[in-house]
């Protein structure tokens, strides 16, 4: 069964809903359900608090007075007597007091429970109050109707302490009437019925809200989005809002401008592979027809020719699967030990006829002969491709300069020319299959247009570095770095 997908205004509402309903169960808990229990946990603590100040100014000369301002302001009952239930002090503060009217016998009692506790006792009594009515919300003390014959259910709590007052035991007894909180329940209840709807209406309301502000700028985003996915790179997408909506709005307007770039290079791949291709097929197709209907044309040289456009178009074709391979990460290496140096002296051996007929110069600069663990056969295309560009692209004086250069345990092989040289914003597009710096330039008819490609991935493939600086009207030096 196929999951629902909730827009994000329901989810926001939900989230509101979940909140609110939480808010509104917790009210109901502790405002109704536990408001008894909270208020008898509160006397009690009231009735401890109490009996501990006291102990403090037991010793005091105005113990009356500190009694009475316990005893008011905790609304309690406080009584102290002596070992013979002779009473020190006391203060009559709570209606229906029940310390105070304790006799000698029952005094014993308390001090007996307390003395087998410790020297504190703490009891709940609850008892039937005839005729105590109720306040209603007037203020008014009248009899209630509904209960049983006018009697209320009363809780007395009786705190028993003893204590050392001028060296002699003492008890301190405490009392305090806890409440019927029905009436009270009963308000809140409605109270808690109007807040409840309030916060309902609130949380849709705000959930509503947020929720436009929050899915606006997505809803934007996500229409933009469409139309990239549909070719319309130049479409901008909104970076205004909260930060990450503006942030997302940046990353994604960058991912077009370069998908737009993409698009680009990819046009100008067809349209290269496509001339590249037809170029050696025509010249086969032309003269293997000429030959065919001229039996004069059937010569060595043209066959030999023939033999160069197919050779072209075989190099075409196995750079496009080396280059395929090398990022795709399937090519593997034949590792061995060998001498970099000569590797390089005999790929410069097939620029022999192209310097000595073209007046090319091509030079190799190195102190010492340098043996790296590596795929001989791969490196050697890498060196050839970078002399090669340097060839396409070399200035007048067709000078190239080859470099190896020891240091740590690297070695650099540069390769440089005296051509345009190349912007500085462009060097990280070079290594692009088919990418050219100058679209007016016309490519020697040696190479593929895959060779920087094919460099770069070999390198890296081979765990080393490569790179390109470069100045304009002076020239470019392409380098790779390879361990000893």
């Given at each position: 069964?196929?999951?629902?997908?909730?827009?994000?205004?329901?989810?926001?509402?939900?989230?509101?809903?979940?909140?609110?309903?939480?808010?509104?169960?917790?009210?109901?808990?502790f405002?109704?359900?536990?408001?008894?229990?909270?208020?008898?946990?509160?006397?009690?603590?009231?009735?401890?608090?109490?009996?501990?100040?006291?102990?403090?100014?037991?010793?005091?000369?105005?113990?009356?007075?500190?009694?009475?301002?316990?005893?008011?302001?905790?609304?309690?009952?406080?009584?102290?007597?002596?070992?013979?239930?002779?009473?020190?002090?006391?203060?009559?503060?709570?209606?229906?007091?029940t310390?105070?009217?304790?006799?000698?016998?029952?005094?014993?009692?308390?001090?007996?429970?307390?003395?087998?506790?410790?020297?504190?006792?703490?009891?709940?009594?609850?008892?039937?109050?005839?005729?105590?009515?109720?306040?209603?919300?007037?203020?008014?003390?009248?009899?209630?109707?509904?209960?049983?014959?006018?009697?209320?259910?009363?809780?007395?709590?009786?705190?028993?302490?003893?204590?050392?007052?001028?060296n002699?035991?003492?008890?301190?007894?405490?009392?305090?009437?806890?409440?019927?909180?029905?009436?009270?329940?009963?308000?809140?209840?409605?109270?808690?019925?109007?807040i409840?709807?309030?916060?309902?209406?609130?949380?849709?309301?705000?959930?509503?809200?947020?929720?436009?502000?929050?899915s606006?700028?997505i809803?934007?985003?996500?229409?933009?989005?469409?139309?990239?996915?549909?070719?319309?790179?130049?479409?901008?997408?909104?970076?205004?809002?909260?930060?990450?909506?503006?942030?997302?709005?940046?990353?994604?307007?960058?991912?077009?401008?370069?998908?737009?770039?993409?698009?680009?290079?990819?046009?100008?791949?067809?349209?290269?592979?496509?001339?590249?291709?037809?170029?050696?097929?025509?010249?086969?197709?032309?003269?293997?027809?000429?030959?065919?209907?001229?039996?004069?044309?059937?010569?060595?040289?043209?066959?030999?020719?023939?033999?160069?456009?197919?050779?072209?178009?075989?190099?075409?074709?196995?750079?496009?699967?080396?280059?395929?391979?090398?990022?795709?990460?399937?090519q593997?290496?034949?590792?061995?030990?060998?001498?970099?140096?000569?590797?390089?002296?005999?790929?410069?051996?097939?620029?022999?006829?192209?310097?000595?007929?073209?007046?090319?110069?091509?030079?190799?600069?190195?102190r010492?002969?340098?043996?790296v663990?590596?795929d001989?056969?791969?490196?050697?295309?890498?060196?050839?491709?970078?002399?090669?560009n340097?060839?396409?692209?070399?200035?007048?004086?067709?000078?190239i300069?080859?470099?190896?250069?020891?240091?740590?345990?690297?070695?650099?092989?540069?390769?440089?020319?005296?051509?345009?040289?190349?912007?500085?914003?462009?060097?990280?597009?070079?290594?692009?299959?088919?990418?050219?710096?100058?679209?007016?330039?016309?490519?020697?008819?040696?190479?593929?247009?895959?060779?920087?490609?094919?460099?770069?991935?070999?390198?890296?493939?081979h765990?080393?570095?490569?790179?390109?600086?470069?100045?304009?009207?002076?020239?470019?030096?392409?380098?790779?770095e390879?361990?000893?």
């Amino acid at each position: 069964m196929k999951r629902i997908k909730l827009s994000l205004k329901w989810k926001v509402f939900l989230c509101f809903a979940v909140f609110t309903a939480a808010i509104i169960c917790l009210l109901w808990l502790f405002q109704t359900v536990f408001l008894e229990d909270f208020y008898k946990m509160i006397k009690t603590r009231s009735i401890h608090s109490s009996a501990v100040t006291l102990i403090k100014n037991i010793e005091q000369d105005d113990l009356e007075t500190v009694i009475s301002n316990i005893a008011e302001s905790n609304d309690i009952c406080i009584r102290v007597v002596d070992q013979n239930g002779t009473d020190i002090s006391g203060a009559e503060m709570a209606r229906d007091c029940t310390i105070h009217k304790l006799g000698a016998r029952q005094l014993s009692i308390y001090y007996l429970n307390a003395l087998e506790n410790n020297g504190e006792y703490l009891e709940r009594r609850v008892k039937f109050t005839p005729n105590i009515g109720f306040f209603d919300e007037f203020g008014w003390n009248s009899t209630n109707p509904n209960t049983d014959q006018s009697r209320k259910e009363m809780e007395s709590i009786i705190y028993v302490k003893l204590t050392q007052r001028d060296n002699q035991e003492v008890m301190i007894m405490l009392n305090a009437v806890i409440s019927p909180v029905d009436a009270t329940v009963c308000t809140l209840r409605i109270q808690l019925m109007w807040i409840s709807v309030i916060l309902i209406l609130l949380a849709l309301i705000l959930s509503i809200m947020i929720a436009k502000i929050i899915s606006r700028p997505i809803e934007k985003i996500n229409d933009s989005a469409k139309l990239l996915a549909k070719g319309k790179y130049d479409i901008t997408f909104p970076n205004n809002g909260y930060r990450e909506i503006a942030e997302l709005g940046d990353t994604l307007n960058y991912a077009a401008t370069e998908l737009s770039k993409t698009e680009e290079l990819r046009r100008e791949l067809i349209a290269n592979v496509s001339h590249d291709l037809r170029t050696p097929l025509t010249m086969i197709t032309g003269y293997g027809e000429v030959m065919r209907d001229l039996p004069g044309e059937n010569t060595p040289e043209n066959v030999q020719i023939i033999i160069d456009e197919a050779k072209r178009l075989t190099d075409l074709v196995n750079d496009m699967l080396d280059i395929s391979k090398l990022q795709s990460g399937t090519q593997t290496l034949k590792l061995e030990r060998f001498s970099l140096t000569e590797t390089i002296q005999d790929t410069m051996l097939r620029y022999h006829k192209l310097t000595e007929h073209d007046g090319y110069q091509i030079s190799f600069l190195y102190r010492e002969n340098v043996f790296v663990t590596a795929d001989q056969l791969r490196i050697s295309q890498v060196v050839y491709n970078l002399i090669n560009n340097a060839i396409v692209y070399t200035g007048e004086d067709k000078k190239i300069e080859v470099s190896q250069t020891v240091y740590d345990d690297k070695v650099r092989i540069s390769v440089t020319d005296t051509g345009e040289g190349i912007e500085q914003d462009m060097l990280p597009l070079i290594w692009d299959r088919y990418y050219k710096v100058d679209k007016t330039h016309k490519r020697a008819v040696v190479g593929t247009g895959l060779g920087l490609s094919i460099v770069k991935s070999t390198v890296e493939l081979h765990g080393g570095t490569c790179g390109v600086t470069s100045q304009k009207g002076v020239g470019s030096t392409f380098w790779f770095e390879l361990k000893l």
